[in-house]
């Protein structure tokens, strides 16, 4: 399990390039065969992946989280990006398409994932909180996510947002989750920009390609900062930072909070002209 400390606002201001990549970016991802975790000081959320290929990978607990077991007192929300697989949790399996989530309650002892084809694995990535309830397990496919249309094409910002693990939809203490597809021609994700500091949140970019990148903004509205994301990395947003991005093309990224507040809508939005 790696460590992500992030920078409070002061120290912010004064970061290079590489020392805010070091303090907010997850990078290291999607290993074939492996299962990834990130342990991040933002909530003291867990960012993983696991990328199963020709054996199952059993999701792990580490001394850090100080559990019997990796869900003894969190919830995790999982979606596949890559090709079929399965997800089994405690004796229960779920089959999960490109794009379906999965919300694993606190208690849940046993997580293990699979793919159907070890040569085009399912790419499961997650996030986890602490939880102080247990909610059931539930999978939700991708057609049964409550889809929102938002922007147009000619604010460079034609987009769909999933809202696959919300209230309504999922019981759950912190956790909301979703994921958000930018139509053809379209660059930029969130403009104008927002802050909502009753949670924090993590951004991971995919569906880019080699040579294609996402400049990822944050910080306080008047001190902006930039981190250029490439596919399959994640960018954990302290409660007082922006979360924005502009790509080179268009892509996906998918959006995970927790905090005191699970409604969607609580943003404090910022004016246009107040972004510096």
């Known amino acids: 399990m790696k460590f992500l400390h992030t920078a409070d606002r002061e120290r912010y201001r004064r970061m290079t ?29 867990v960012v993983g992946s696991a990328v199963p290929t020709i054996e199952a990978l059993i999701l792990p607990v580490h001394k850090e989280l100080a559990s019997d077991f990796f869900c003894q007192r969190r919830e995790i929300g999982v979606i596949n990006i890559g090709k079929p697989g399965t997800v089994t949790v405690d004796g229960e399996t779920y089959e999960m398409d490109n794009r379906d989530s999965l919300y694993i ?42 889809r929102l249309e938002m922007g147009s094409m000619e604010g460079c910002n034609d987009r769909v947002i999933n809202q696959s693990l919300i209230p309504g939809i999922v019981d759950t203490c912190q956790l909301v989750m979703g994921f958000t597809e930018l139509a053809p021609g379209s660059n930029w994700n969130t403009m104008p920009v ?3 500091r009753r949670r924090t949140e993590v951004y991971m970019y995919f569906d880019l390609g080699a040579d294609d990148c996402v400049f990822h903004f944050m910080g306080e509205p008047d001190e902006t900062r930039s981190i250029v994301v490439r596919n399959g990395q994640a960018v954990a947003s302290p409660s007082w930072s922006i979360h924005s991005g502009v ?15 699970q409604e969607f809508p609580d943003m404090d939005h910022v004016a246009m002209q107040d972004i510096k």
Request: glycine share 6%.
């Open 194 to 196: 927002h802050t909502h």
């Open 17 to 45: 390039t590489d020392e805010m990549r070091e303090a907010y970016l997850i990078d290291d991802t999607f290993i074939a065969g492996e299962v990834t975790l990130c342990y991040t000081d933002v909530e003291r959320s």
């Open 247 to 261: 790509g080179s093309k268009n892509y996906t990224f998918i959006w995970a909070m927790g905090g005191e507040n």
């Open 105 to 146: 309650g606190r208690g849940s002892k046993e997580v293990e994932f699979t793919s159907a084809s070890a040569d085009d694995p399912a790419k499961f990535y997650f996030v986890s909180y602490p939880a102080h309830k247990e909610y059931p397990t539930k999978l939700v496919k991708r057609s049964d996510a409550n």
